[in-house]
């Protein structure tokens, strides 16, 4: 067995995470309402889903460890099963099962297996170890270590990516929703916003992106910017591509903690809240939405 290499860094405090510090909002904000965030060898990665940690058991999309592995990932309808095959070693995971096929053992994973937004969710830890990589959980800074076999893939070079949509299809093709459970909430709620990109067409689309990044969340008021998702973050400095499969919709979640991009509690009034999927193309991809902020009771 090769040198274990360092892979994957996961650590708490929304998307999907990084070695940047903490803002004062973010230090404030309880454990309990962040997101996990993933750092791929020492860089920050964006799932299209946020990791969910379920009764103390992180789980992330399936697509994100095979990925990380540099595995084949093959989805079998029929028994709603997922296979990663990875340097002759197999796990087989199934929509709704708590127990995981790995070689020919039997895993339980203590959490099921789930499908949230269309994406299938796994326990990080235990499909981790399944493949012999080495997991160190770190509480105070809510961060999970995993070693693994291997060093990771090397960013794929612009001539290595498949070419990307053309603007005029995406313009056709795509469409994006912001949403927010409601439009009025107290001073100092937490407020979770989510985008939604859709590829309506019957054609696969590929978004590309400069960077690791995929999307932000943007709060203004009177057209000032007031707080800004991707403030402070860390991305992966390499083109990278976000695919659509047709009618294939991805869902982004975050929250925001009702203060400004200082940590101060921004005062009741009335904000815009957008939503961007953040491709190199100059077409926008982007929603917007009111809320109220209202004095505390």
Known sequence: MRAVSWVLILAAATWIASAAAETPSQARAPASQNPPRLVVNGRMVQTDIAPRIIQGTTLVPI???AQALGANLTWQPAGREAVIDY?????????GAETLVAGNRSIRTHVPVQVIQGRTMVPLRVVAEAFGADVRWDPQARTIYIRTVDQPAAPASPQELPQPTPAAQIQQSVEVGLSTPQTEYPAGAPIELTLSIRNTGDETV??????????DFI???DGQEVWRWSQGRAFTQALTQLVLLPNEMRGFTVRWDGTDNSGARVP???YTLIGRVTHALEVPLQDTREIRITAAP
Not at 87 to 95: D, F, I, K, L, S
Not at 206 to 215: A, C, V
């Open 268 to 270: 009741p009034g009335t």
């Open 206 to 215: 590929r978004l590309q992106m400069r960077t690791g990044q995929l999307f």
């Open 219 to 221: 709060v203004q008021r």
């Open 87 to 95: 340097e002759g070693q197999r796990v087989v995971v199934q929509a």
């Open 63 to 65: 697509r994100f460890i």
